[in-house]
């Protein structure tokens, strides 16, 4: 992988660097992960540094209430010496999820601190120790329009060791750029839409195209109506700005026609108002976050070329903004979507299925590709399944896609449940005038997901509905509070797997 070099349009992220041994002159601030098996071998001799009783210390604070368990803190100030405090943190049974959620928490201790220490055990893998830097990029993330920010910046930076002369630098380099795709796509999710329309969108997709090597290719709403784009064409046709269809395309070097080929269809809607068929005041709060699914498209194929992904990938951001207006599209409508397949609205707010149906039915007709994964945040009725922050929906055609992709889930701490697809309710959408309805009575995400089936012909496809961990209601795990960024870790990380094929079956 090749190092990081300065961007001009990525954020600015915390320096997490890997430090042989102790260093000789610490920070002022020194992190200690303490797992179940107690400190760390090295924590010994930073103790001797420091001249604390590290064993004693943490003796005292589990008397009053620290635990090992991962992300949780206990802080300590030193009163004399160069070094100010030293912070415990636990690092659970020292699994890569345990780490994300250790990193995250030293991230959040480390707002306003100019450099951080911290002491790992020795014998964590490669997979343990790029979760580690994934959560402190996660954790520390930001996001303010304030007149004057009072919040605390980022940590400059964070020295991580384990008082070896081990170089571990990639294992380090590759969880900061996965971090930085969940960075990312919670920058886009956040914007405010008064901000962020589908012209920004295709705006920002394009600088990061040009950051990155990637081609880019913009359908305004001439070209989406010329070329017979009726789903995101009549979902925009309510606002005064207009939507956008924006393809990426990432080709690994040395590729040949035996390369794997996946196509990601992203939603991309930037507000959802629910368009005639209004939504309530409530309902409509967080709505600027309905664009998830595109906005994690375009993060993770920003870091496909930097992580040396094998395979070929294109990305499909179906980008529209579901306002109500005179010239809004209603209820009753039937549409023709890309490649002639009739939808009869019965629901402005079943609006998501509508771009991305356009999004597959363009993919299988002009790209064959070998794979197809669209990635929304479609329905409420997924939370009602899965609950919050735990789990996302998966829905597949393949076992072996659907095995992948949920590995990555875990892999990623993005993770995902499958979710079935049965025939028999694929009546639920039927209707004498078109070819389906977009909304029917019945099991909500499960008849969406039938829906999109039927645009992704027999391309092996899945569909990932992550509604229910979108948005983190409070600083945990290793979130901030508000959105999430949604699939854009999952999908960097199956797509630049170790194996040539990214996991394709």
Not at 218 to 237: P, S, Y
Not at 286 to 311: C, F, P, Q, W, Y
Not at 476 to 484: F, V
Request: aromatic share 6%; hydrophobic share 40%; with cysteine.
């Amino acid at each position: 992988m090749a190092r990081r070099s300065a961007r001009t349009v990525f954020p600015t992220l915390p320096a997490v660097v890997w430090q042989p041994g102790l260093p000789v002159h610490g920070a002022r601030s020194w992190v200690i992960l303490v797992g179940e098996a107690g400190l760390p071998a090295a924590a010994k001799e930073a103790g001797e540094r420091l001249g604390v009783d590290l064993d004693r210390l943490l003796e005292v604070q589990e008397e009053s209430g620290f635990s090992r368990s991962a992300g949780t803190t206990a802080a300590y100030p030193l009163l004399t010496g160069e070094v100010a405090e030293v912070l415990l943190v636990g690092a659970g049974a020292g699994t890569p999820r345990d780490l994300r959620h250790a990193g995250a928490a030293i991230a959040r201790f480390g707002r306003g601190k100019d450099e951080l220490t911290t002491v790992v055990a020795e014998g964590i893998e490669d997979a343990g120790l790029q979760a580690f830097a994934e959560g402190v990029v996660l954790g520390s993330f930001t996001f303010s329009r304030k007149t004057v920010d009072t919040g605390k910046p980022v940590a400059g930076r964070i020295e991580v060791t384990d008082g070896t002369e081990e170089d571990r630098d990639i294992a380090v380099e590759r969880g900061l750029v996965i971090g930085r795709t969940g960075w990312l796509a919670r920058e886009f999710a956040t914007t405010p839409s008064n901000e962020k329309d589908p012209a920004w969108m295709a705006a920002r997709a394009t600088e990061l195209a040009a950051e990155t090597g990637l081609d880019v290719t913009v359908w305004d709403e001439k070209k989406l109506a010329a070329d017979g784009f009726g789903g995101i064409l009549a979902v925009g046709k309510g606002s005064t700005r207009p939507p956008r269809f924006i393809r990426l395309d990432y080709t690994p070097a040395g590729a040949t026609d035996d390369t794997p080929y996946v196509v990601l269809v992203g939603k991309g809607i930037t507000y959802d108002t629910g368009g005639l068929s209004l939504k309530p005041r409530e309902g409509m709060v967080s709505m600027k976050r309905d664009m998830t699914g595109g906005g994690s498209v375009i993060a993770t194929m920003s870091a496909l070329k930097e992580l040396g992904a094998k395979v070929r990938v294109t990305g499909l951001i179906c980008s529209a903004e579901n306002m109500p207006s005179g010239t809004a599209y209603r209820p009753d409508d039937v549409i023709r979507h890309y490649g002639g397949r009739t939808t009869e609205v019965k629901n402005t707010d079943a609006e998501g299925r509508l771009v991305l149906a356009d999004g597959l039915a363009y993919a299988v007709q002009e790209l064959a590709p070998d794979v197809i994964v669209d990635i929304a945040t479609l329905t409420g009725a997924i939370k009602v399944s899965l609950g919050s922050m735990l789990y996302g929906g998966l829905f597949a055609t393949d076992d072996a896609l659907a095995d992948n992709l949920a590995d990555a889930g875990e892999a990623s701490g993005e993770r995902l449940w499958r979710m079935p697809l049965p025939a028999e309710y694929t009546e639920l959408i039927s209707t004498p005038i078109a070819d389906s309805v977009n909304s029917s009575k019945g099991p909500g995400s499960i008849t969406a997901a039938l829906f999109l089936k039927a645009f992704a012909g027999d391309v092996p496809w899945a569909h990932l509905d992550l509604s229910s961990i979108a948005e983190s209601p409070a600083d945990a795990l290793e979130y901030t509070t508000g959105a999430t960024g949604a699939g854009a870790r999952l999908l960097t990380t199956w797509l630049t797997s170790d194996t040539p094929t990214a996991g394709i079956g």
